[in-house]
């Protein structure tokens, strides 16, 4: 099995690279290679390549510059995906893409199901969600994984600024109004890998359509914060901050250009019973990639 696998530097793709590699030969492209602005090359590179799946991780995720560069996220994440599915319908290909909470208004206390409607409040949002109906429209076979709140060993996030804020500053205010779940990379990663065995084994039992996979469990960002800056603490990192100087603010005590869901809950039943597969409590991979980080 030949696969395709674009946004190889990215935090998914990185972990990626490692997950997919017992299914076949990878073929892991960047920007450089496979931009996703320029459709041609990106058909090119397809044809070329001719693989059995491909893996989408790339995409545009400045959420708050997407407020002001509309067309470039539209360009990465609406209307890409779709050519990637022109080309994968035609040499009979799966698609795998990634895409997200922000395809919800974070409205409501529950936890989202895939079936539930849709309603970006931002750029972000309604360029991802584009890019789901673009994959959809194209005659791909494919599986559209949503995800939230991204965290790895490699790349930036939310993880690594809360290590580099509590080394350096007395007092941190983070928004405790915004629930979710914080999920690894490798944990999509390896979750993708098991999912692409599955429905190139047995494709009649894998209905292409929208998963959610997100870790298990929900927390908000401060409760998050204190989580990563008090594991590091007891693990022996310098640490700054005292533990009562981690401040729990609201989301309009820290306005942003784009609105935030405030519930980013998603139901991961359909993902866990289509692949039977668990997904451990948000902690857990939280934990193991800060063992890495300190």
């Not at 039943?269 to 668990?278: D, P, V």
């Amino acid at each position: 099995m030949r696969l395709l696998l674009t946004g190889k530097n990215g935090q998914v793709g990185f972990e990626l690279q490692r997950s997919l590699a017992p299914l076949g030969e990878v073929v892991a492209v960047d920007r450089g290679v496979c931009d996703l602005t320029n459709y041609s090359q990106l058909r090119a590179v397809i044809r070329d390549t001719r693989p059995d799946v491909i893996v989408n991780p790339a995409a545009y995720t400045a959420v708050d510059k997407a407020e002001t560069e509309q067309d470039l996220a539209f360009a990465i994440n609406g209307m890409a995906p779709g050519v990637i599915g022109e080309e994968a319908a035609r040499l009979g290909a799966l698609v795998v893409h990634y895409s997200t909470d922000y395809v919800f208004d974070g409205g409501g206390e529950g936890f989202y199901t895939e079936e539930q409607q849709t309603n970006p409040p931002g750029i972000y949002g309604r360029s991802k969600l584009a890019g789901e109906a673009s994959l959809r429209c194209s005659g791909a076979r494919h599986l559209i994984f949503r995800t939230s709140w991204v965290a790895g060993v490699h790349g930036a996030n939310f993880t690594k600024t809360m290590l580099r804020l509590a080394a350096e500053s007395d007092e941190i205010n983070v928004v405790a109004d915004q629930v979710g779940a914080p999920t690894t990379a490798d944990l999509i990663a390896d979750a993708t890998a098991h999912a692409v065995r599955a429905a190139v084994r047995v494709p009649q039992n894998i209905p292409s359509g929208v998963y959610h996979l997100v870790a298990g469990g929900e927390t908000n960002w401060h409760a998050y914060a204190v989580h990563i800056i008090e594991t590091a603490r007891l693990a022996g990192k310098p640490i700054r901050v005292a533990s009562d100087a981690i401040r729990a603010i609201t989301s309009a005590e820290y306005p942003t250009p784009a609105k935030r869901p405030t519930n980013s809950r998603l139901d991961t039943s359909k993902f866990r019973g289509t692949f039977n597969l668990s997904l451990p409590q948000w902690q857990a991979g939280i934990d193991h990639i800060l063992q890495q980080m300190i």
